[in-house]
T-cell receptor, first 116, second 113 residues
Framework: ETGVTQTPRHLVMGMTNKKSLKCEQH?????MYWYKQSAKKPLELMFV???????ENNSVPSRFSPECPNSSHLFLHLHTLQPEDSALYLC???????????????FGSGTRLTVV | AQSVTQPDIHITVSEGASLELRCNYS??????LFWYVQSPGQGLQLLLK??????LVQGIKGFEAEFKRSQSSFNLRKPSVHWSDAAEYFC???????????FGTGTRLQVTL
């Protein structure tokens, strides 16, 4: 399997649930990213992992907790979410820790999250 | 810090017509520039990228873009649009050291038959 794979594709969860989103890349890339895409809003960068270390956290609420156990896997752990957290969550990877120089991102297909 | 502006939120063109989507960037040095396309409910797919050299860049699906340093622009073009090109298009800029790309707000393309 190649590219960036995100699971699940769709997730419906209650506000008291705990769930996790998974992202896996088989490209040998060195950086991974979580983005949030809400309707009628710009792409929001949530977290950046470079060589398995978190290098950026864009003021994301603590109910979102990322984990990068190795260079191929990235998780986003979710707990006590709010309805406004409903969105498309996109994972991306980059060959270089400077993605501009490294040819940009490869995106997964996203997880459509609905919080009820 | 770098920034990207896509002035057109929504564009409608007829099938077979030409297309130009605008992108302006702000960055002090030579940027790395990208165009991505997103179909509904999907991730973003890279159309083309500019690093250096020839300012006219060819991409997939018949798209091209031209880097104009004097205008700080990187507009996306296609000579003849197909109905399947209806999607959202994002311009992005990167630098040699930044740990992320900076995206524009996107332009939604509608194609009428």
């Amino acid at each position: 399997e190649t590219g960036v794979t995100q699971t699940p594709r769709h997730l419906v969860m209650g506000m008291t649930n705990k769930k996790s989103l998974k992202c896996e890349q088989h490209l040998g890339h060195n950086a991974m990213y979580w983005y949030k895409q809400s309707a009628k809003k710009p792409l929001e960068l949530m977290f950046v992992y470079s060589l398995e270390e978190r290098v950026e956290n864009n003021s994301v609420p603590s109910r979102f907790s990322p984990e990068c156990p190795n260079s191929s896997h990235l998780f986003l752990h979710l707990h006590t979410l709010q309805p406004e957290d409903s969105a498309l969550y996109l994972c991306a990877s980059s060959q270089s820790t400077s993605p501009g120089q490294g040819g940009g991102y490869t995106f997964g297909s996203g997880t459509r999250l609905t919080v009820v | 810090a770098q920034s990207v502006t896509q002035p057109d939120i929504h564009i409608t063109v007829s099938e077979g017509a030409s297309l130009e989507l605008r992108c302006n960037y702000s960055y002090g040095a030579t940027p790395y520039l990208f165009w991505y396309v997103q179909s509904p409910g999907q991730g973003l797919q890279l159309l083309l990228k500019y690093f250096s050299g020839d300012t006219l860049v060819q991409g997939i699906k018949g798209f091209e873009a031209e880097f104009k340093r004097s205008q700080s622009s990187f507009n996306l073009r296609k000579p003849s649009v197909h109905w399947s090109d209806a999607a959202e298009y994002f311009c992005a800029v990167g630098t040699g050291t930044a740990s992320k790309l900076t995206f524009g707000t996107g332009t939604r393309l509608q194609v009428t038959l």
